[in-house]
């Protein structure tokens, strides 16, 4: 059956900073080549940065990181414009300098790398007004960055259906940092992925996903990033109209906006590409 097509991919080289759209991105058990290539770690607590912890991290999202050689080489485009190669000499130097904290550019977590999350003050949370501590990556192969699963996938009917439902927001894709958007068919409305979960879907000639949960959201979707407004509203209107159950967690219902994938079969992807659901038979 088909569900829709790619018109959009993104990778993110530097995790927590803002990405790069793709034509054409090549796909593995982890992810999509060069996603969340790097991370800074924080040396006074052992922790990988994220912007899910604003009061520290928060700068990240006004930084742009790109590939920009076919060995993997990134460079990132700091906030007021200046710019630098990872590989760089000084570039945790100047990291630390925006960041405030004493970093470094890594390309493999620690064991058990951790992050820390703050919950903002929003019905519908798991923890309110609080700061936690967790493992990253429990969906992805070992020695990724990824919060969870190496691919995150995000329709355009969810989008216009939270638009709908929250007509003053800029609900933007860009906000969710997914790694798929995908147009759904003319008179497709509503959350539709979350019908995902627990489905396989082909993606043009050669990838095969599993779509494992939905995608809980954080505080990240409120913070500006780029010319997008800082918005607390965009979580409390998924607060609000979209808390299905999420498999990873016990089934609990928590704010979700996208699904979550893995990787059974890589390949190339390409806009444009049909994403098509199949049966175990196929």
Not at 47 to 61: D, E, F, N, T, V
Not at 191 to 220: H, K, M, Q, Y
Request: with cysteine.
């Amino acid at each position: 059956m088909l569900l829709g097509r790619v018109r959009d991919l993104w990778r993110y080289p530097v995790k927590s900073m803002r990405g790069e759209p793709l034509d054409t991105a090549q796909v593995s058990e982890r992810g999509i080549m060069y996603d969340r290539g790097y991370a800074l770690l924080d040396r006074e607590t052992g922790k990988i940065a994220s912007a899910k912890r604003p009061r520290l991290w928060g700068r990240l999202l006004q930084c742009r990181a790109q590939v920009v050689f076919t060995d993997g080489a990134v460079r990132i485009e700091l906030a007021d414009g200046q710019e630098l190669l990872v590989s760089q000499d000084d570039a945790d130097a100047v990291l630390s300098a925006l960041t405030g904290r004493s970093v470094r550019l890594v390309r493999t977590p620690p064991p058990a790398a951790e992050i820390e999350r703050y919950w903002p003050d929003v019905d519908g949370l798991q923890m309110r007004d609080t700061v936690t501590s967790g493992r990253i990556g429990q969906g992805a192969p070992d020695g990724t960055f990824f919060d969870y699963a190496p691919l995150h996938l995000l329709t355009t009917a969810t989008l216009a259906q939270l638009q709908a439902l929250y007509p003053r927001g800029q609900v933007d894709p860009r906000r969710f940092r997914p790694n798929l958007v995908i147009e759904t068919p003319e008179g497709t409305h509503g959350f539709v992925e979350n019908e995902w979960v627990g489905r396989t879907l082909v993606i043009g000639a050669e990838v095969r996903l599993r779509v494992t949960d939905p995608s809980p959201r954080c505080v990240v979707p409120t913070l500006p990033q780029g010319e997008l407004i800082a918005d607390i509203g965009i979580l409390r209107a998924v607060a609000e109209h979209n808390r299905p159950p999420v498999p990873a967690l016990d089934g609990a219902r928590l704010p979700s906006l996208g699904v979550y994938a893995s990787v059974e079969r890589g390949g190339v992807i390409h806009t444009g590409d049909a994403v098509v659901e199949i049966t175990a038979e196929q």
